[in-house]
């Protein structure tokens, strides 16, 4: 731990809660093979919420082998070049994820607005089978995902969204089969499909919202700034907290910087363990950078580099610094 920082030694991903590639893997392969069965159910019957949900079963495979390669991505060990390893890619994931389930969202909506006008003729009883077989696949699948611990993995939790939103579709597929079996009212089709979408879209918005807040370095909805401030400055010797940044590198990891300045006749090792535990016990913050400074009367625009006012947005602006091997390649010439 050196005089300016508090940061773990051991690397990121060691520390991180390990997610179980199992789970998905599991959910992928049960997928797969009703995806195959409801595309043939849906032409077959002419179904439109069994096409609808076989569309949300074709973006569910690719969305769980994109959860499982961010899961790999994310355990490789960070590099020089790469401070913080791959942690982000589980966000990028759910982030696709969450985009598809838009899309997907919006075709269903599109689909049903045409066939309202004209309902087709749907071969119901046949429906009825492949959207049970749908009902209880991705009842499994979705059973086997909240058994491997989706909590507050953004990425696992898109994964899940997918496999819900395809639980839904099988339900409102086999209601939309039942109503037309007993009354031939064959709208009962796209008016379910859309519903169903409606459903999808609102949990697919949520997951894009925060995956977007992590992107960019959002402070968690959990953790109030004023109370982290507040409770800095209570700690004994700390005369005031400046340039505080709190963000989530990824899902169970957050991070925060912080200028801090200090009284003379406090040491600065004894101040910055009393941090690091109050930090991390009243607001589970644990990755720490702080800068201390010698407490002063200057105003913010005077305190140098800071995010906290225009004036220090400005001094951080540096001139670009060109990589070394280049410019060295520019000013040797060759000999002949």
């Known amino acids: 731990m050196s005089i300016g920082e508090n940061h773990q030694h051991e690397s990121e991903t060691e520390r991180m809660p390990r997610v179980s590639r199992r789970p998905l893997a599991n959910a992928l392969a049960i997928t797969i093979v009703v995806l195959v069965v409801e595309v043939a159910g849906g032409l077959l019957t002419n179904s439109l919420a069994l096409l609808a949900d076989a569309g949300h079963m074709a973006?569910?495979?690719a969305a769980l082998a994109l959860s499982l390669f961010a899961v790999w991505l994310a355990r490789r060990p960070a590099t020089p070049a790469r401070s913080f390893g791959f942690l982000r890619a589980e966000v990028l994931a759910a982030l696709v994820n969450a985009t598809t389930l838009v899309v997907v969202s919006i075709f269903v909506f599109w689909e049903a607005f045409h066939r309202l006008s004209d309902p087709p003729t749907v071969d119901s009883r046949p429906m009825l089978a492949v959207a049970v077989l749908g009902l209880i696949a991705n009842a499994?699948?979705?059973w086997v995902l909240t058994r491997g611990g989706q909590g507050e993995n953004l990425n696992t939790?898109?994964?899940f969204l997918h496999v819900v939103g395809d639980l839904l579709g099988s339900a409102g597929a086999i209601a939309a089969a039942l109503v037309m079996l007993a009354t031939g009212w064959y709208l009962?089709?796209?008016i379910l499909s859309a519903g169903i979408g409606l459903l999808i879209l609102w949990g697919a918005w949520r997951l894009l919202r925060e995956s977007?807040?992590?992107?960019?370095e959002a402070t968690p909805k959990q953790i109030d700034p004023a109370q982290v401030r507040?409770?800095?400055?209570g700690v004994h010797g700390v005369v005031d907290v400046h340039d505080l940044h709190v963000w989530t590198v990824t899902s169970g990891l957050v991070s925060l910087s912080s200028h801090v300045e200090v009284a003379a006749h406090r040491d600065w090792q004894r101040v910055l363990i009393d941090l690091s535990t109050i930090?991390?016990?009243r607001f589970g913050i644990a990755h720490l950078t702080l800068q201390p400074e010698a407490a002063c009367s200057h105003a913010a625009p005077f305190r140098g580099c800071s995010l906290d006012s225009v004036e220090g947005r400005r001094a951080c602006l540096v001139p670009a610094i060109r990589n070394q091997n280049?410019?060295?390649g520019t000013h040797h010439g060759h000999r002949h």
């Open 59 to 61: 973006t569910d495979v």
């Open 140 to 142: 499994a699948s979705a």
């Open 157 to 159: 939790r898109a994964a």
């Open 188 to 190: 009962a089709d796209p």
């Open 212 to 216: 977007v807040d992590v992107l960019l």
């Open 230 to 233: 507040a409770a800095m400055i």
């Open 279 to 281: 930090l991390r016990e």
């Open 326 to 328: 280049e410019t060295a």
